[in-house]
């Protein structure tokens, strides 16, 4: 049961160019996003987050879009670089208390000079 | 910057034994987990821990696995008898849980447990 779906494993970007990463959720109790960078035998670091009163939030080169209704998040990098080569997982969950997070599978994002 | 921070980095063991990973969260966090990623697959929830009990557990949480926070500072995952699917990196998490702080979970460099 994968309450949240990354259906891209990879996407190759030029340097320079936007990132574009999905993710959908089936959960309608879901109220918190975020997504992770993580790369091989790392933990994952925190990147961004939204909580689900907003549709958009912004820090620097990351952008996650929140489309409720839709059920889908986005997150833009723009413009790309060499350093955001990594995997992105996409997480959830129901907010408040001590909610475990739930996780996508993850996109292998490569950045091409 | 404070961050969580796991010991040993790397642990193997044969199946049937019993192991503890330990991590240290951020201090002041309220909220601490764990989390597995066998490999090639997911990240995975196993357990929460606020106010020195378990608060919520995922069904790969069973009777093997328990939790302790022994002191002010650490947070333990024992597993009682290791079995060849208990391989995997885990991964220790914290979260302030204080009124207006925020929901993220950060998380530590994680432990690979390899059960021969």
């Known amino acids: 049961d994968q309450q949240v779906k990354q259906n891209s494993p990879s996407l190759s970007v030029q340097e320079g160019r936007i990132s574009i990463l999905n993710c959908d959720y089936t959960n309608s109790m879901f109220d918190y996003f975020l997504w992770y960078k993580k790369y091989p035998a790392e933990g994952p670091t925190f990147l961004i987050s939204i909580s689900s009163i907003k549709d958009k939030n912004e820090d620097g080169r990351f952008t996650v879009f929140l489309n409720k209704s839709a059920k889908h998040l986005s997150l833009h990098i723009v413009p790309s670089q060499p350093g955001d080569s990594a995997v992105y997982f996409c997480a959830a969950s129901a907010g408040g208390g001590a909610d475990g997070l739930t996780f996508g599978k993850g996109t292998h994002l490569i950045i091409q000079p | 910057e404070p961050e969580v921070t796991q010991t040993p980095s790397h642990q193997v063991t044969q199946m049937g034994q019993e192991v503890i990973l330990r991590c240290v969260p951020i201090s002041n966090h309220l909220y601490f987990y764990w989390y597995r990623q066998i490999l090639g697959q997911k990240v995975e929830f196993l357990v929460s821990f606020y106010n020195n009990e378990i608060s919520e557990k995922s069904e790969i949480f069973d009777d093997q696995f328990s939790v302790e926070r022994p002191d002010g500072s650490n947070f333990t995952l024992k597993i009682r008898s290791t079995k060849l699917e208990d391989s995997a990196m885990y991964f220790c998490?914290?979260?302030?849980?204080?009124?207006?702080?925020?929901?993220?979970?950060?998380f530590g460099p994680g432990t690979r447990l390899t059960v021969l």
């Open positions: 998490a914290s979260r302030p849980g204080l009124a207006g702080e925020t929901d993220t979970q950060y």
